[in-house]
Nanobody, 114 residues
Framework: VQLQAFGGGLVQAGGSLRLSCAAS????????MGWYRQAPGKQREFVAS???????NYADSVQGRFTISRDNAKSTLYLQMNSLKPEDSAVYYC?????????WGQGTQVTVSS
């Protein structure tokens, strides 16, 4: 499966962005999908994940500001980001865990200006 992330851009602090991650084929709702991010000079870090039947998981740094969701009919994962901060600036990647393999999207740049 191929994942394509898009929706990044430049936004002022306090603003919002919605990231999307489109899969090349249907992904079962039981598959864990998530968002990660990597800022320059830092390791890639977990942002949020989702799977059917369970509450979404969020990193403490984004809890209450970001919302992860998915549209299984469209095989698309979303990340609604509100109240953005300069420290949210990073390349955002989507990931799917399918049958013990990890599939990553190519990343989309999010830049938050102060």
């Amino acid at each position: 499966v191929q994942l394509q992330a898009f929706g990044g851009g430049l936004v002022q602090a306090g603003g919002s962005l919605r990231l999307s991650c489109a899969a090349s084929r249907t992904i079962h709702s039981s598959v864990v999908m998530g968002w990660y991010r990597q800022a320059p000079g830092k390791q890639r870090e977990f942002v949020a994940s989702i799977r059917s039947g369970r509450d979404p998981n969020y990193a403490d740094s984004v809890q209450g500001r970001f919302t992860i969701s998915r549209d299984n009919a469209k095989s698309t994962l979303y990340l609604q980001m509100n109240s953005l901060k300069p420290e949210d600036s990073a390349v955002y990647y989507c990931k799917a865990n399918i049958e013990s393999r990890e599939y990553w999207g190519q990343g989309t740049q999010v830049t938050v200006s102060s």
